[in-house]
C-alpha cells in the first residue's frame, strides 16, 4: 500500500464533505423508495405451476393447446370427505348438500360431485377455481366450509393442484419477513465478534440493507415491465444473496480501509486510498458472479431462467453500495468508526516493511497457517486434494431426479394428506389427469390405445367445458372433468361431440398412480412411446408430464450451463490476474470444492435429514452458487497476492497475501455461510437442501481450499504460477528476488521460515 504523510494533508472541502454526504442522501432515497416497495413483491410474484415450466418442453406445448379449450384460467382443487366407515344414506346425502354450499361460496361456478369411492368410505368433488384470484385465500375459505358443514366426525381436506398451491405460498411466507430478521440478525452477531465494535457493524448492515432496497426496487421494476418472472424461491434467493454479498465486499473494504488508516491520520484519504485498492477485485467479483448468473438465462426452465436476471440484478446493486456507500460512510466517520479499538498511526519505518518471507511482523494463527505452507507446501496441498476427493464420492449418493410434489413442503400440509386420501380411496391419479391433444381424425384410435394402456385406469374425449363426450353407455353423474375447466357432464342419452380446436381434440386419462409418483412418470415416458407411433404429433401434458419434462430439462442444463459458467469465470480471471496458468488452477480448485461440498451433502440428506430426494434444479443452482461465489475468495486472496509478489517476490507474496486477507476472507465466509444458512428456515425442500450446500460449501472453500490448498499449491509452483505473465518470467524483478532468496535460504536450511527471518535472512 502506497505511504501517506501522517500529517493531516489537505483534502478540498467537495471530497471532504460533499461527495460522501450526497452519496449517503442519495441512498437514503433509494432506501425511502425501495423499502415499501418490499411488501408490494407479491403484486408481480407468482408461484403457480406456470412460473416454473420448462419453455420448450412437450408438457408447455400441451399447456398451451389446451388453453385454447377453456374459456377462463382455472385450477382445480380437489376436495375430498373421508370416514373410518362405509358412507351411510344420511351421510351421502350430507355430503351431497356440501355442493351447493361449494357453488355458492365460488360465485356459482360448476362443481363436480359428490363422487364416492368404490369402499364407499369417501367422496370427492372437484371445484374450479380462477387462477386470476388469491388461491390460497380461496382454498382457505374452501377448507373452513367443509370442515363446518361436512358430516360429523369425518376427516376432510382440499388438495389437488390448488391445494397444494396454496400450502406452497403458505411456505413461502416467510420469506418477506422471518428470513431476512434471521439472516440480518446472524450478520449483526458475527460482525460483532469480528469487528468487536458496535458503530461498524452497523454501517455494514446499513450498506445490505440498503443494496437490498435497490435491488428491490430494480427487481419489481423489471417483473411490472414483463421483463422477468418473479416466484417465492427467486425472491427468498435474492434477499439471502445481495446481504451476504454486500457484507462480503464490504469486509474487503474496510480491512483495507483500517489498514490505511495506519498509515495516515487523515480519514478522506484513507477511504481514497482504500477505494484504489479494493475497486478492482470486488469489480471483477462482482462482475464474476453477475456473468455467472445470467448464464442461466441459457436454461430452458422458466425458473431458472427467473433468476439469472433476479439474482444479477442483486449482485450489480450490492456491488454499487460497497463502492459508493460505505466509502462515503468511512469517510465521514473515519477512526471512529472503529470505536473503542481504533488502529493506530503506525511508524513511517514500520508501513511498508522489506519482506522476505513474506510473515515478517505477522503472528497468531495465520502466521503459523503461512508457516505450515511455507514448510510443507506439497503435503499440504496433496493432503488437501486427497481429502476433497474422498468427500466427493458422495456424489455418487445425490438422488437429484425430483422429488414427489407432495414432499417438497416440509411442514405439515392438509394438501399432502389430502393427496394421501386421495390414494387410499381413488384412482391414484384422480384429480390430476394427464392431458393429451391429439389429432382430431385419430382421436378414436388413440382414445383406444390409452384405454389399454398400463397405468391408465380411464380415459375420455372432452366436449365443449370440459364435459366428457358420451360412448356408448352414458358417463357415470358428477364424472369429473378436466382440470381447469369442470362442468357438468351431459345427458344420459344425448351424445356430446367432441370439443376440437384447429384439428385437434383434448383427452384426459387418468392415472392409476399418485401424478408426481415415478410410477406416473414412467406411465407419461410410456404413453409419448405408444402414443406417437398413432400420431406423430401427439402431445402428452399434465401434471405428471411437467414434472417429468422439469426434471429432464434441468439434468440438461447442468451439461449446457456448467461448461459456460467455467469459460466465463476463467477469462475474468485470466484478465484480473493477467496470467493463465494460476485462473486455471484456481478453477480447478472451486470445482473439487463443490464436489465435495455435494458429495458430503448428498450424506447427510440421505443419511441425516432423510429426504426422499433432491429437486433436480440444485445441483445447478449449487454449482452456480458455490463456484461463482467460491471464486470471491480466489480474487480476494490472489488480488492481493499478485500486489505483494510486485513488491517482494511470488512466495513472499503467497504468505504475506495470506495471511493479510486470511482473517478477511475466513470473515467473509462465516457471514456468507450464516446468511445462505437462513433460507434452512423456510420449509421448502429445494430452499432447504440449497441452504445446506451453499453454507457448508463456503465454509469448506474458506477454511480449506482458500486457506491451505491454494496457498500451498502456489507456493509448491513459485514463480511459474503466473505464467506467461511477465511476473513469471526469469528476467523479472520480481522473479529474481525468488531467486536471491532461494539462495539465501539454502545457505541458512532453516525449516520455519519464521526461523530463517530471526536468523537474519534477508
Known sequence: MKTTSSAATRVPFWLRWLIPAVLVLAWLAIAGVGGPTFGRLSEVSSNDQASFLPAGAEATEAADWQAKFRDSKEIPAVIVVESDSAFTPAQLREAAALKGKLEALQAGSTVIGPIP???????????PIDSSAEVKTVVKELRNAVQASAPAGMQTFVTGPAGLTADLVSAFAGIDGILLLVALGAVFLILLIVYRSLLLPVMVLFTSVFALCAAILLVFGMAKAGWIQLNGQSQGILSILVIGAATDYALLYVARFREALTHTTNRTAAAVTAWKAAWEPILASGATVIIALLCLLFSDLNSNKALGPVAAAGILCALFAALTLLPALMALLGRAAFWPFRPKLLPETDREPELVTGLEGQKGLWRATGSLVSRRPRTVWVASVLLLLVAATGL??????????????????NAVDGQDALGRHFDAGSGSPAVIVADEAKAQDVLAKLKTSDGVGDAYLLAE???????GAPAAPGA?????APAAPAAPGAPAAPATRDGKVLINATLNHAADSAEAENAVVSLRQDLKKIDAGVLVGGVTATALDTNTTAQRDLVTIIPVVLGVILVILMLLLRSVLAPVLLVASVVLSYAAATGVSAFVFNNVFGFPGADATVPLFGFVFLVALGVDYNIFLMSRVREESLKHGTRAGILR??????????????????????LGVIPIMFLVQLAFIVAFGVLLDTVLVRSLLVPALAYDIGPRLWWPGKLGRPGSGAAARDGARATLSAENPKADPAENEAAGVR
Open 117 to 127: 369411492s368404490e369402499d364407499a368410505k369417501a367422496v370427492q368433488f372437484v371445484v
Open 396 to 413: 455418487l449418493q445425490l438422488k437429484a431426479n425430483g422429488v414427489a410434489q407432495t414432499d417438497v413442503i416440509l411442514t405439515a400440509s
Open 465 to 471: 367445458g370440459g364435459a366428457p363426450v358420451i360412448t
Open 480 to 484: 369429473p372433468a378436466a382440470p381447469g
Open 657 to 678: 497475501g495470506l495471511v493479510v486477507t486470511g482473517g478477511v476472507i475466513t470473515s467473509a465466509g462465516v457471514v456468507l455461510a450464516a446468511t445462505f444458512a437462513a
